[in-house]
């Protein structure tokens, strides 16, 4: 028998509406509940300890202090889990790309999605994503598009299904948040200690376009 992979998308950026990168990060994992258990124990733990959070659907790792960001990457980082992610230089993208926030989304989710799908043992994928990340037409189209990109394109043989989550009722989603905008602070502000915290863990990193990320851009007058 095969296996089976769940992967738990988020991103941290604004697609170039302030900030230069924009990055999607995925935990990788066959089974859910330990990280599942883990978010929601720290969870507690912080609601307790600060009163801020304690009405909170949701604790956003945009909005969190250093403690809070420090304690809950190190029980995400000790679980049995892969970090794979994509960072998109947006001042690199072609702004037809940038303009479609759906279809860089998808662009950039295929980096992550098809080194798992073409992995020999591995026969079936949930994709978990934040229901907030893609409009709603491009729901159905997405699942389409990945679909036909693997099992034609890279020719493999998996069954994937696509789940839309609202992230308050995902630990795992809501773990993948908080990686996320530790890869981002890293990108954006060259601050590493959060990202130092599951950096043994990174299984995949993408930079994109390869050619020119991080490169000043060059004005022809």
């Known amino acids: 028998m095969g296996d089976k ?4 998308f988020d991103e941290s950026g604004n697609m170039g509406k302030s900030g230069r990168y924009f990055t999607i990060a995925c935990i990788e994992t066959m089974h859910t509940k330990p990280l599942s258990n883990v ?3 720290a969870v507690l ?3 307790l300890a600060f009163p801020k959070y304690g009405n ?3 604790i956003k790792a945009s909005e969190s202090n250093p403690v809070v960001k420090d304690y809950f990457l190190r029980k995400i980082a000790s679980k049995d889990i892969k970090v794979r992610y994509v960072v998109a230089d947006l001042e690199h993208v072609k702004p037809a790309l940038i303009a479609d926030e759906n279809l860089l989304y998808n662009y950039m989710l295929q980096f992550l999605i098809a080194p798992v799908a073409t992995s020999r043992t ?5 994709i978990n994503l934040d229901k907030r990340t893609i409009k709603v037409p491009s729901i159905n189209s997405f699942e389409d598009y990945i679909k036909i990109k693997l099992n034609y394109e890279y020719g493999c043989n998996v ?3 696509v789940q839309y989550i609202e992230s308050h009722n995902s630990y795992s989603i809501q773990a993948a948040d908080f ?5 981002l602070a890293k990108y954006e502000y060259g601050y590493d200690y959060y990202y130092n915290l599951f950096e043994e863990k990174i299984e995949q990193k993408e930079l994109f376009p390869k050619k020119y990320f991080g490169q000043s851009k060059v004005v022809n007058f």
């Open 5 to 8: 992979i769940v992967l738990n």
């Open 39 to 41: 978010m929601k124990k």
């Open 45 to 47: 733990k912080a609601k």
């Open 56 to 58: 909170c659907k949701e």
């Open 122 to 126: 591995c026969t079936d994928i949930v």
């Open 159 to 161: 069954n994937v299904q």
């Open 179 to 183: 990686i996320a905008n530790a890869i």
